[in-house]
Structures are given as structure tokens and as C-alpha cells.
């Protein structure tokens, strides 16, 4: 089995982690570094630097169709499959039909639901109670090529967006393995989407970050949740900005932003329909600290009000 893996980000990292111990890649293929902070240092993909960790080399690429070494190589000697996971890139000819079974993704959803950027996030945002990941054939349109395999699983109420990435990058790799090599015994064949069902996973916004004590409370945990793997969600205390990493939906009542009580001294704190419980607290400019520390800082009383 001849295989090439491309993708850049930290989904596709952990997915070439997982699948370089049952395929060995003949390529891996991945952007460019970017630049970043104030002195713009240049920093290598996410799957640049778990391939090193791994002790393999990666080939790096700007625009995929101008890469003529690439497109030599793929029009010339193309491999059986190439999985194109996370990359960032859209795939065109004569990548996605020059080998043998097509360019593979690992999705982290149940295909049609939350095609796009932010599957995890959109899933966990939206309250859902399942997910899983699929493998499939890419096309033009975006994730909307016929499936392989797929994996559901039921999200835990507690999941943060971390977590489910790393239990779903461990369960697509799992099936990813497994589809292509149902493909070369022929016990396994494409299934065509129906994309009446499809759903769309557009990336979270700034603005999407903000909780307030007067939404509802799953509401506000899920948000928590889905932001925990990029800049977390946040509440504005007394005009600073508090940012919230973990929480813990609670059935009880009170005012919006009510402190009702402390369980292990983490504050309880009332929102519409019930309260959460606020576990990981960062107060503006500070670490991240357990609730419990935040509401000693703080002072805070049962019978207060956060506004």
C-alpha cells in the first residue's frame, strides 16, 4: 500500500499520529511555516512538528496545484491513496483522481451534519447529544464526497472541545485505517451522501465567545465547552472580562448572575432555566485558576450578584 498523508493542522497532527503507526507514509506533505508574535517568528505546521516528533520528514508546499514536483510525481507514480486531512487547501486535479482510491478525509462528524470548518465546536454549540467521525472520498463540493466508513459516538455532557478532538482524531485514524484496507479486500464501498440532511459548520466568531448570566444555562455551558480549544468563552465581572474554561450545568434557580452557593468551593451561579458551576476560571491578564480559588480572590458571597 502506497499512501501519502497531506494536512497542516493540529486535527491532521493528531491523525498522522495515530495512523503512522499502522501506514507507512511514503509522503507527508504540509504547508509552509507562518510567522507569528511580535517578532514574527516563524513557526512550522502542526504536522511539521509531530512529524519531527515521530522522526519523519515531511516534504512542505505552497498552493498544491503549483507544485510541479508534486503533480509530477502524483500524474507519474501515483500512489493507491493519498488522505487529505485538516489541510486548509482546496484539492483539485490531478490529485483527487490519480490515485487508486481517490484522496481520503477524516471528518470529525457524522457526515452530512456539520460539513465545514468547525464540526467539534458547531456540534458541541449546538447542544448534541452524538458525533462521531467519518472517513470519506473527496470531491469538488466541499465534504460532500461519497462515505467509507463512519463511527458514531455519544458526547459526554462534561466534554470540553479539547477533549472530543482528541477522542475523535483517535477514531477516525481507527477507521481510517480500517476503510482502506476494507477497500483493498473489496468488503467495503463508497456510500453517497445525501446532502438534504447536510449541515453547515461555519468557524465560531469573537463575538460568540460571550456568555451572559440571562441565557440558559446549557446554553452557556455548551458554549463554554465549544470554546475551551481556542480563545474560551467569556463573561464580563464587574467591566473586566473573565474568561471561563470549565463548567458544570447545575439544576437549581436564582437571579442571573446570583452566587447560590459553593460546591467545593466553587461558585454556583444562577442563568435562566438553571446555573453553572465555574470550575477553571482566568481573570483578565491571569492564569487559569480553579473556581474555587477565583471566588476566594474575589470575596465572593452566596447572595451576590456577577454583573
Known sequence: MRAWFIGSGAFAAACLAHMSKRLAFEKIITGHPT?????????ASCVEEAAGELGLSVERTGPLDRNEKLLEAVSSAPPDVIFVVDFGQLVKEPFLNAPRYGC?????SLLPRWRGAAPIQR?????????GATVFRLVKELDAGPILTRVELSIPLAATSVELFDILALAGSQIA?????????????????????????????KEEARV?????????????RAFASSTGAFAVV?????????TVPVDAEGAPGEVLYFLDGDPVVACAGGAVRLEVVQSEGKRKISGADWACGGRLKMGGVLT
Not at 476503510?179 to 468557524?203: M, P, R, V, W
Not at 464587574?238 to 470549565?246: H, M, P, Q, T
Request: proline share 1%; aromatic share 12%.
Open 177 to 205: 485505517i480500517a476503510g482502506i484496507e476494507s477497500l483493498i479486500d473489496g468488503s467495503y464501498q463508497f456510500l453517497d451522501q445525501n446532502s438534504e440532511f447536510a449541515t453547515y459548520a461555519a468557524k465560531l466568531t
Open 123 to 131: 456540534a458541541l454549540l449546538n447542544g448534541d447529544a452524538v458525533t
Open 104 to 108: 481520503l478525509n477524516v471528518h470529525p
Open 35 to 43: 510567522r507569528s508574535g511580535r517578532g514574527l517568528k516563524e513557526c
Open 238 to 246: 464587574l467591566g473586566k472580562r473573565v474568561k471561563l474554561w470549565r
Open 212 to 224: 451572559s448570566w440571562s441565557q440558559n444555562y446549557l446554553f452557556f455551558h455548551n458554549t463554554v
